[in-house]
T-cell receptor, first 114, second 118 residues
Framework: GNSVTQMEGPVTLSEEAFLTINCTYT??????LFWYVQYPGEGLQLLLK?????DKGSNKGFEATYRKETTSFHLEKGSVQVSDSAVYFC?????????????FGRGTSLIVHP | GAVVSQHPSWVICKSGTSVKIECRSL??????MFWYRQFPKQSLMLMAT?????????EQGVEKDKFLINHASLTLSTLTVTSAHPEDSSFYIC??????????????FGPGTRLTVL
C-alpha cells in the first residue's frame, strides 16, 4: 500500500540555520506530494506541493523537489526563523475508488531557538 | 483560498454523553470531506471519508456506531461521538477537497476540535 516516512523529530535548530526534513514515500502510480504545516493549537495548512517528477514546490522560503528516482520529497529552508517552529507533515495523494485519498507521514516537530 | 471551519473549537463533556462536531466548507462545495483524529505528538489518523448524500466510508478499526458521520449537504459534515469516554479525548480535524479536483488538489483543513471527556 501507500505510505509516507518522515524523519523522527524533534528537530532543534538555531535561528538562521539550514533546515532539511527528509520524506520518502511508497506509492503505486503517480501520486502528488505535499507538505503541510501545523502551528501549535491549530489545524494543518498547505505549505507547498508538487504534482509530477522533478517539480519543485516552494513557499515562504521552503522548497521541496519531487524525486521519483529516489521516491523522496525532502523539505528544505536556507535560513529558519523562530516563527517556523511547528510540526511539518509530508503527504501524498493517491486515487482510490474514484476519489483521492491522502496519506500522511507521522509529522516532524521543528523547534527554532533565537 | 478555500476555507474550512469547525465548531466547536473546544468541548469538555461528561463520560457517557454524546458530542457533535461540525465541519463546514465556507466558500466552496465539498462533495467529500475527511475526518481525522490526532493524538498528542502523533500524526493524523484518517477515521472516515464522508461523502455527500451517501454513507461514510470508515477506516479499519474505527467503530462506525461510535463515530457517526453525516454529510447532509455540500457544505456541512458532522461527526458525532456517541457515549463518549475518556479514551475518546483527542484532537479531531476535518478536511475537504474542492469538487472535481484531481490528485494534485490539496486538502483544506479545519482548525480542529479538541475534545476532553471527563
Amino acid at each position: 500500500g501507500n505510505s509516507v516516512t518522515q524523519m523522527e523529530g524533534p528537530v532543534t535548530l538555531s535561528e538562521e540555520a539550514f533546515l532539511t526534513i527528509n520524506c520518502t514515500y511508497t506509492a503505486t502510480g503517480y501520486p502528488s506530494l505535499f507538505w503541510y504545516v501545523q502551528y501549535p493549537g491549530e489545524g494543518l495548512q498547505l505549505l507547498l506541493k508538487a504534482t509530477k517528477a522533478d517539480d519543485k514546490g516552494s513557499n515562504k522560503g521552503f522548497e521541496a523537489t519531487y524525486r521519483k528516482e529516489t521516491t523522496s520529497f525532502h523539505l528544505e529552508k536556507g535560513s529558519v526563523q523562530v516563527s517556523d517552529s511547528a510540526v511539518y507533515f509530508c503527504a501524498l495523494s493517491h486515487a482510490s475508488g474514484g476519489s483521492y485519498i491522502p496519506t500522511f507521514g507521522r509529522g516532524t516537530s521543528l523547534i527554532v531557538h533565537p | 483560498g478555500a476555507v474550512v471551519s469547525q465548531h466547536p473549537s473546544w468541548v469538555i463533556c461528561k463520560s457517557g454523553t454524546s458530542v457533535k462536531i461540525e465541519c463546514r466548507s465556507l466558500d466552496f462545495q465539498a462533495t467529500t470531506m475527511f475526518w481525522y483524529r490526532q493524538f498528542p505528538k502523533q500524526s493524523l489518523m484518517l477515521m472516515a471519508t464522508s461523502n455527500e448524500g451517501s454513507k461514510a466510508t470508515y477506516e479499519q478499526g474505527v467503530e462506525k456506531d461510535k463515530f457517526l458521520i453525516n454529510h447532509a449537504s455540500l457544505t456541512l459534515s458532522t461527526l458525532t461521538v456517541t457515549s463518549a469516554h475518556p479514551e475518546d479525548s483527542s484532537f479531531y480535524i476535518c478536511s475537504a477537497r474542492q469538487p472535481l479536483s484531481g490528485r494534485d488538489s490539496a486538502q483544506y483543513f479545519g482548525p480542529g476540535t479538541r475534545l476532553t471527556v471527563l
